[in-house]
């Protein structure tokens, strides 16, 4: 079966503003065709900053987001029951290491244990896949790459990847850029002013102060850009911030009224 590979390739530029050297640092790595493991908070540019990658190296991206209903079949491919017989299907990781793509392995710690355990051959000198139902052994094209992520703040006993796993990776740290440039981001994003850009920053700076203290997550960088979004559709301020920043992250009445009430303050 042929594959089209023009469908994976990114078209456009992605918007990134590079935080420090990841962008030499990843280009470093896929020269060497290191498996990349990128971690930091939800909606802080992980999956922009490999979808940026993908663009500057020309590479076709193929991202499975991952859960913990994924079996390994999802990954690699099973056969399909037709009407005159069976049908081999192809995995998105199976395709990846046929086409020479990068292969996104978004929030793979969802995934079962046992799932992830089918990218080993993958990661390591042998750069092979096995597809035991079919009885073949695919040895990935050269210009191949897999990238994972996860967030290092949901992890627990239950969800964690072993040593075997992250020992086969070249890993990234990624975090909220600073205040100067996610109000730089913003304003880009959403088409706002940069004054307007600051103000928001400030309401995500007191709710990521209270990780920890009631919230398990700040407020993300996306959701920063969601609400600058609203306002710039004329949504008033206030009502785009509790809408796109604080109902999404927390249920608790006490931490919303803290945040209600820092979003009045800062656009008195």
Not at 39 to 60: H, N, Q, V
Request: proline share 4%; aromatic share 8%; charged share 25%.
């Amino acid at each position: 079966m042929t594959i089209d590979v023009q469908q994976y390739l990114i078209r456009q530029e992605p918007y990134y503003q590079p935080q420090g050297r990841e962008v030499q640092l990843y280009e470093a790595a896929y020269r060497n065709r290191l498996p990349v493991m990128v971690k930091g908070p939800t909606g802080c540019g992980k999956s922009r900053f490999i979808e940026y990658m993908a663009w500057k190296l020309d590479r076709p991206l193929i991202t499975v987001a991952c859960n913990e209903d994924m079996t390994a079949s999802d990954l690699v491919g099973r056969y399909l029951l037709e009407a005159d017989g069976t049908r081999w299907i192809d995995g998105p990781l199976t395709t990846a290491a046929r086409i020479g793509a990068i292969c996104y392995l978004d929030e793979v710690v969802e995934a079962r244990q046992d799932t992830t355990v089918v990218i080993h051959p993958l990661t390591d000198h042998r750069r092979t896949l096995p597809l035991d139902k079919k009885g073949e052994l695919i040895v990935a094209h050269p210009d191949f790459q897999l990238v994972i992520s996860y967030n290092p703040g949901y992890q627990s006993l239950m969800k964690d990847l072993k040593q075997s796993t992250k020992q086969r990776f070249a890993a990234f740290d990624f975090d909220y850029p600073d205040a100067e440039l996610e109000t730089a981001i913003l304003a880009r994003e959403a088409g706002i002013a940069a004054e307007l850009a600051g103000r928001l920053v400030k309401v995500g700076l007191a709710a990521r102060n209270l990780k920890g203290h009631g919230l398990d997550e700040g407020i993300s960088t996306r959701l920063l850009v969601y609400a600058a979004k609203l306002i710039n559709d004329g949504v008033d301020a206030g009502d785009a911030c509790r809408m796109a920043l604080v109902r999404p992250i927390t249920d608790d009445a006490d931490i919303r009224d803290t945040l209600d009430n820092a979003i009045d303050a800062i656009f008195a």
